[in-house]
């Protein structure tokens, strides 16, 4: 699949929509945006084995989320950033790249010797944590992170109601999982274990879905309606 380009010229006014016409174009690129997830992961498991992440993968996902949404989809912010109800403070502007591409690097220099769910936790906390887009960050840690998370098992991970979705659904304990690391990297430790519970749960949910499909018997976990993918 190519990069989408902005329909937007650098110089061309960009025009705010109202809600109600943002909700029916969010919905059709969170569609767009699962299209895209689900095509890196089926490129990046056949054979041979190539995949790296990379900061324009990362690009490539927040344009789709927010195609038409916001001018130059896609593109790293070229301002300071604020994240309301947050202590935390994104880093300047300027050190974004750098960020993005060391996060790349921690992921590919441990890809075979850490846990998937130890690098999709890394990556859902890391890019909030940069805030690398004026938006759509929210949508772009949580397809990254998924995206990750199944290339690294070797599988598009089966399941109607994605992980993704059932942070979506209810994000209290997602927002007190990045606080728990942001806490902990704040005193300089990385402590993503909070995370990795939550995503440890979501994963279970999301695959007994299959085991009740499959036998009949109905598994006792809770898993949200969806799909709920992509409003942050």
């Not at 960009?14 to 095509?39: C, G, V, Y």
């Not at 070229?78 to 993005?100: C, F, N, Y």
């Not at 109601?161 to 942070?167: D, F």
């Amino acid at each position: 699949m190519t990069e989408r380009e902005s329909k937007l010229k650098p110089d061309e006014p960009f025009q705010e929509l109202t809600e109600e016409q943002k909700a029916p174009l969010e919905a059709q690129n969170a569609i767009a945006q699962f299209d895209l997830l689900k095509s890196l992961v089926r490129d990046a498991l056949s054979p041979p084995p190539r995949f790296r992440l990379r900061v324009s993968t990362l690009s490539k996902l927040n344009a789709v989320a927010i195609e038409g949404l916001m001018p130059s989809p896609g593109a790293l912010r070229t301002k300071d950033i604020e994240i309301r109800g947050s202590a935390h403070a994104p880093p300047a502007w300027p050190e974004v790249q750098g960020l993005m591409e060391e996060m790349c690097d921690y992921v590919n220099d441990r890809w075979d010797s850490d846990s998937a769910l130890h690098l999709a936790s890394y990556v859902m906390w890391r890019l909030n944590w940069i805030h690398p887009f004026p938006d759509g960050n929210g949508r772009t840690s949580r397809a990254a992170s998924y995206l990750v998370l199944c290339v690294r098992t070797g599988y598009l991970l089966p399941g109607k109601v994605t992980i993704p979705e059932q942070i979506t659904a209810n994000k209290r304990r997602y927002y007190r999982a990045l606080e728990q690391a942001d806490a902990a990297d704040a005193a300089g430790n990385l402590d993503l274990s909070a995370m990795e519970e939550l995503l440890t749960e979501y994963l279970t949910n999301q695959l007994n879905q299959v085991l009740q499909v499959a036998t009949g018997v109905k598994v006792n976990t809770p898993v949200p309606p969806g799909p709920a993918w992509n409003n942050d």
